[in-house]
């Protein structure tokens, strides 16, 4: 038997994060996990996170599970990989299939943060090759470098559904369409609207109820629904798809709490059957711990929060700090937490259809909601988004209230505030002068700030947009300019494309428009 | 489909070109990919079918966890080709059931 004071099981963004504290506290701790590479799903996440600039906001997920791993291992934190964890047992006692042996580990802690598993819906042919879960397009594409399909139908329009179309169309994939069951979008309005701007029509109200094809996908049939979630008959579209790729939703893997004895509930809110925990993410087992998604779903960034509180706590209460020293780290990765459980999806709002105006008095856009972007009038509604301006200025379409900053930090101007609750809708200062850098561009994760100029040329407006696809345009070069929907609206012609090292991969074009499209003009196809 | 150029991730760090087989057939992969991001750059969908249906699977969650990729590596039936890594010389058989087809058949004449 090996003995280790901390074993923490899954070496996700949550377990790597309590290590993390605990061995900087300087308990000695292990990790393990069953896959052969550590991280969790960090590293299949390339887009930049949310959050304010604590919790590694507009930073990219795999960069991030870089930072972590480095961090761990500096710290001498000890990663079993290929190190599936079976059981635990009386007196914090863990038996670990490694490397095809059984071994057994002794601990005084035990942090739990094993994440969670997809859901699945089934449907006929929902077996047949081609029908994949979305965590595996992330694999095929960003992991392994591999198409997951040339055509693909996404079901389900969480984070996640909405996510992962976004990467398939970055790793050179054609969307079909999203749909969801829900009547409304279920993720980040800014997460629907990058994907609707390129032109991907969304669903609601929509299933998936075949897939075409003999020994693999060949096609999908998708019908409306009715309140009940019964397919309309009459309403089915054949669309011509090789991949169905299911995301919709995800449940805790809280079964090794289950087998340790937790107190454990089953709270919908949470994903499904979860481990009852305390302030301090401990369970009703003195000694064991919980977080991440296994204690609910949320997004990765209160995962690393809350394994930063349980490493904390297991280090006070073995003696490795003081009660004060412990108050305090804990009030302060605390404060973070609630920071990003404010606004219109914390988790407290889940499941919440009754919202129907903005923290700031400003009614919700409907058409985001029902076809993944906003109307040019419901826009009109939001302070940041006026074209009212001379000269180059913002247009921010920011219009929910997510827990998101770094467009403030972004302006070295003072154009853009946010203000102390992060998930209010940013202003745009009239009294500070843009220089039109585009640094707000790049910060935005939700891709959703634009540099418009409506006095670029007699008659002709530029429109300066995030742009992370390939092939890169050139100045020079001639295409067309697509609204918010997806749909051409005019010719454009690319003036400059930035690049560069602080933009972190997302580069930036300004196109020229004719002046009357400066509002409506939001992507560019060559 | 292989990603050749990534706007993100650039090009993808892989191992030395390997060579093995599916079924006998001789394919080419990357040393360190795994089975199933090889065989699905080289457009195979089914991995397996099953024992009483006789029905294809493939690719699913491509994490370990659900087991519809399993296949034959080097005689060894039920392998999660999604989380094993390609070597040189590997010898991959499409799995009817758990064996292989000429098992599978001869059964089930």
């Known amino acids: 038997m090996k003995r280790h004071e901390v074993l923490v099981i899954g070496a996700g963004p949550a377990g790597l994060s309590a290590a993390i504290e605990a061995a900087k506290n300087g308990m000695d701790v292990a990790v393990f996990d069953e896959n052969a590479r550590p991280g969790g799903q960090l590293f299949k996440q390339i887009h930049k996170f949310f959050g304010s600039k604590e919790h590694h906001a507009k930073e990219r997920g795999f960069n991030i599970g870089k930072d972590l791993l480095k961090e761990a291992r500096d710290l001498g934190v000890k990663v079993y990989l290929d190190a599936t964890v079976m059981g635990i047992y009386y007196d914090k006692e863990i038996l670990v299939n490694h490397n095809g042996e059984v071994d057994h580990f002794k601990g005084d802690t035990i942090v739990i943060a094993t994440g969670a598993a997809e859901n699945m819906v089934s449907f006929k042919g929902w077996d047949k090759p081609g029908v994949i879960g979305a965590g595996a397009a992330q694999a095929l594409m960003n992991l392994q470098g591999v198409q997951p399909g040339e055509k693909i139908l996404m079901v389900g329009s969480g984070n996640v559904g909405l996510v992962v179309s976004f990467q398939l169309l970055q790793a050179g994939c054609q969307v079909a369409a999203v749909i969801d069951a829900a009547p409304r979008v279920g993720g980040y309005g800014v997460h629907a609207s990058k994907v609707a701007r390129t032109g991907v029509p969304f669903y609601m109200k929509h299933t998936v109820v075949e897939a075409l094809g003999e020994d693999k996908v060949e096609g999908a049939v998708i019908a409306e629904v009715d309140d009940h979630f019964q397919p309309i008959p009459g309403t089915e579209k054949t669309l011509d798809v090789d991949t169905i790729c299911i995301a919709v939703g995800l449940s805790p893997m809280s079964q090794l709490a289950d087998n340790a004895g937790c107190e454990m509930k089953f709270l919908p809110k949470k994903g499904g059957n979860v481990p009852v925990v305390n302030e301090y993410n401990e369970t009703s087992m003195d000694g064991i711990f919980c977080c991440g998604d296994v204690a609910g779903i949320e997004e990765a960034s209160s995962a690393m929060l809350q394994g930063k509180i349980a490493g904390s706590t297991a280090s006070y209460k073995n003696g490795y700090i003081d009660e004060d020293e412990w108050q305090q780290s804990v009030e302060k990765y605390r404060a973070s937490l609630e920071q990003l459980r404010t606004g219109m999806f914390a988790p407290q709002n889940k499941g919440r259809t009754d919202m129907t105006e903005t923290d700031e008095g400003i009614p919700l856009s409907k058409s985001l909601l029902a076809k993944g972007y906003v109307t040019d009038e419901e826009l009109a509604e939001f302070p940041a988004c006026s074209t009212k301006v001379s000269g180059v200025h913002p247009v921010i379409e920011c219009t929910q209230n997510i827990p998101c900053d770094p467009c403030q930090d972004a302006c070295k101007f003072g154009c853009i505030k946010v203000g102390s609750n992060i998930s209010k809708l940013p202003v745009i200062n009239p009294e500070a002068t843009c220089t039109g850098c585009g640094m707000c561009i790049a910060s935005c994760s939700g891709q959703a700030i634009f540099l418009v100029n409506e006095d670029y040329e007699d008659g002709f407006a530029t429109v300066a947009l995030p742009y992370e696809f390939l092939p890169l345009p050139q100045a020079g070069d001639k295409g067309k300019a697509l609204d918010r929907s997806g749909k051409p609206v005019c010719d454009a012609e690319i003036v400059s494309v930035k690049s560069s090292k602080v933009m972190d991969m997302t580069n930036i074009l300004t196109m020229k428009v004719p002046v009357e499209y400066a509002g409506t003009a939001r992507f560019y196809r060559a | ?109």
């Open chain 2, 1 to 109: 489909m292989r990603i050749a150029q990534h706007p993100i991730l650039g090009t993808y760090e892989k191992g030395q070109k390997v060579h093995f087989t599916l079924d006998g057939q001789d394919m080419v992969g990357y040393e360190g990919e795994s089975i199933a991001a090889a065989l699905h750059a080289a457009g195979v969908m089914t991995h397996r079918y099953t024992a009483k249906q006789h029905k294809p699977r493939g690719i699913f969650c491509a994490i370990g966890r659900c087991t519809d990729c399993v296949m034959i590596v080097d005689g060894q039936p039920n392998v999660r080709t999604c989380i094993t890594e390609l070597k040189e010389g590997m010898n991959i058989q499409t799995q009817y059931g758990v064996e292989t087809k000429e098992a599978w058949e001869a059964k089930n004449k």
